[in-house]
């Protein structure tokens, strides 16, 4: 497993959580975009936050304020905490890698998921 996600959970509108992604050591995470993304039931995935090789970081308009992106070199782990969550955040949780090498052939590209982890969040 390359990338692991943790921190799964039920709590009530209003509380918070904080996700963890810990990579694997073939993946030094400093070296990657990670992004956390989402799916609720029915719906596409989309994307919630992420944070780039150079610590820039990009949310979503419905989670600006409330989740927070943050890396840990020494812990090769992306976090995401999410605070005064809402029923609308409910949905399975994904982390994402990616880092693409431009090489004298072309590019290598590369791209890791983590397994998911369910948020639910009820009013």
């Known amino acids: 497993v390359q990338l692991q996600a943790s921190g799964r959970g039920l709590v009530q509108a209003g509380g918070f959580l904080r996700l963890a992604c810990v990579a694997s050591?073939?993946?030094?995470?400093?070296?990657?975009?990670t992004g956390w993304y989402r799916q609720a039931p029915g719906k596409e995935r989309e994307l919630v936050a992420y944070?780039?090789?150079?610590?820039?970081?990009t949310y979503a308009d419905s989670v600006k304020g409330r989740f927070t992106i943050s890396r840990n070199n020494a812990k090769n782990t992306v976090y995401l905490q999410m605070n005064n969550l809402k029923p609308e955040d409910t949905a399975v949780y994904y982390c994402?890698?990616?880092?693409?090498?431009?090489?004298?052939?072309?590019?290598?590209?590369?791209?890791?998921w983590g397994q998911g982890t369910l948020v639910t969040v009820s009013s």
């Open positions: 994402n890698a990616r880092r693409s090498d431009q090489m004298a052939w072309g590019t290598l590209a590369y791209d890791y």
């Open positions: 050591r073939s993946i030094f995470i400093s070296a990657y975009a």
């Open positions: 944070i780039g090789t150079s610590g820039r970081t």
